[in-house]
């Protein structure tokens, strides 16, 4: 009996000692309107450059336009789907709202799956994968997205941080059951860092020291952790922020995933877009300002990059902290919600509140009208992951393989195989028509794929198989049944070994 009592008296003692942060109730609220601020602003700093400067630095005499033209309020007016990443964040923000942080990968996937707004690259092959029966996490699995190493998850993971404040181990299992809906190895470790990097901004103020914290997490093998920790190394190293972007470009900006991105300057990859996001925050020197603008003019995803630069940065220092520059644009529509969703600015920072107070309670913390004192809980290294294991690219054929309304044989060697492509619909058939097409590797039997011409519910890519013997094979791709006015054209032919 006396063991009993020892052994509860030590849990007790263990658990009054666990690590604890206090903070007032106001700076908290402060801190979450923070990091929904510079994602919204960061996102509308970059919009002008998203993806116009490919493997090249912004030069110096472009100057992002702002102030008197109020470019928030533009974008909603004009281009609201530059938010694409705010709007999905938003989706799965909800499912918690409604469903708790308990609800599953496959509540996650469905939100999203069945939204209206459109999706690029890993988001849109998953939804495709999840709309024909392929379900989380293998939906964002490399052998079923070619796409699965892409930004995606990096640029919608935000809201897993702000609702798990100081928790990163809370964070990091929300992040492993949404990150792998549309992205795995190096795609999902990076949505897992971006996480961390806002949970951890609740409670310290160095971004170098949350930066490092966040990348504990991430297993040392994987390329995703090499690139940022070269971008630290460098940090230490240069001066000037140009010298460590020339570094990163010569080592890391070769792309074996994407197949848009194989042998173009076209870059989508998390680690690189990753390291532009640490190379603002630790060239920025806590300046909104400089951290945004070097985030950009790294270029690529250069709305989505100072978005969560810029984010994290508000979260560390509070809403009420960043100058009236960036957050006057943002009050002017702070009501307004955000285009595919029934969520405002406002909303999104009081849904984020509600639910990371919740947390905190369920966690073991204390929230008061005062303030709130959240348990600083830490995450294992999660296991290692690699996508297009052993693969490396051998050959890339772009400029077009052909546009057929009945049949299309191409030949290669080697032991993967990507085709990009995709339907060409007459305007009356943009949203009902369609096209069944079979694929039949050196004559076997065929697979049959369904391909929408809705824009929304598109086959991302014409055909993938990653399943291959090594040696010459041939791929005939026929088109079963189509609706007049349908032809599908293959654009290139990404072969690895």
């Not at 599953?104 to 092959?125: D, G, I, K, M, T």
């Not at 702000?162 to 190895?185: E, Q, W």
């Not at 060239?283 to 070097?294: F, L, N, Q, V």
Request: net charge negative.
């Amino acid at each position: 009996m006396r063991n009993i009592f020892c052994l509860i008296f030590s849990i007790l003692l263990l658990a009054s000692c666990a690590e604890k942060v206090t903070i007032s109730r106001e700076d908290f609220a402060d801190k979450i309107k923070g990091g929904w601020a510079g994602q919204t602003f960061g996102c509308t700093y970059g919009g002008p450059t998203e993806f116009r400067y490919r493997g090249e630095m912004i030069p110096d005499d472009y100057v992002a336009p702002w102030d008197e033209d109020n470019r928030i309020k533009w974008y909603f007016d004009n281009n609201p789907g530059l938010y694409d990443d705010v709007y999905m964040d938003l989706s799965f923000l909800k499912v918690i709202d409604r469903c708790g942080m308990d609800a599953s990968a496959e509540v996650f996937a469905e939100e999203f799956a069945r939204a209206s707004y459109p999706l690029w690259h890993a988001n849109q092959a998953a939804r495709y994968n999840i709309l024909d029966g392929i379900k989380p996490p293998m939906s964002g699995f490399w052998k079923n997205n070619p796409h699965a190493d892409d930004i995606d998850f990096q640029i919608e993971a935000d809201f897993a941080g702000l609702v798990a404040p100081a928790m990163t181990d809370v964070a990091g299992a929300l992040c492993d059951k949404v990150g792998h809906i549309m992205n795995y190895g190096d795609g999902y470790y990076g949505g897992l860092f971006v996480a961390r990097m806002y949970s951890l901004a609740f409670i310290y103020d160095d971004v170098e020291t949350v930066v490092r914290e966040a990348l504990k997490a991430i297993p040392q093998e994987s390329d995703f952790h090499k690139c940022i920790a070269d971008v630290l190394e460098w940090h230490s190293q240069c001066d000037d922020w140009k010298e460590a972007w020339l570094r990163i470009e010569e080592k890391w900006s070769d792309e074996t995933g994407c197949p848009e991105g194989v042998d173009a300057p076209f870059d989508i990859d998390a680690k690189i877009n990753s390291a532009y996001v640490v190379m603002g925050l630790l060239y920025g020197g806590g300046d909104m300002e400089r951290t945004m603008d070097i985030s950009m003019r790294c270029g690529q995803d250069s709305d989505c990059n100072p978005a969560t630069s810029a984010g994290i940065l508000g979260t560390i220092i509070g809403y009420k902290a960043i100058p009236d520059k960036w957050t006057a644009p943002l009050e002017a529509v702070s009501g307004r919600k955000f285009a595919h969703t029934d969520v405002s600015f406002n909303n999104a920072c009081e849904m984020s509140e509600r639910i990371a107070l919740e947390n905190i309670r369920k966690n073991g913390g204390k929230v008061t009208d005062a303030y709130v004192r959240i348990p600083v809980r830490y995450s294992d290294v999660v296991p290692f992951e690699k996508s297009f294991d052993c693969f490396s690219k051998v050959e890339k054929e772009s400029g077009g393989c052909g546009s057929f309304t009945d049949s299309l044989t191409l030949a290669f060697e080697g032991r993967g195989v990507v085709l990009t492509g995709h339907l060409d619909c007459t305007p009356e058939k943009l949203t009902e028509g369609f096209a069944r097409l079979g694929v039949t590797v050196d004559g076997g039997t065929p697979e049959v794929f369904i391909l929408p011409c809705d824009f929304a519910k598109r086959r991302y890519d014409l055909y993938w198989n990653y399943n291959l013997s090594e040696g010459a094979h041939k791929i005939t791709l026929s088109l079963l049944d189509r609706a007049d006015g349908v032809s599908v054209k293959c654009t290139s032919k990404v072969i690895y070994n």
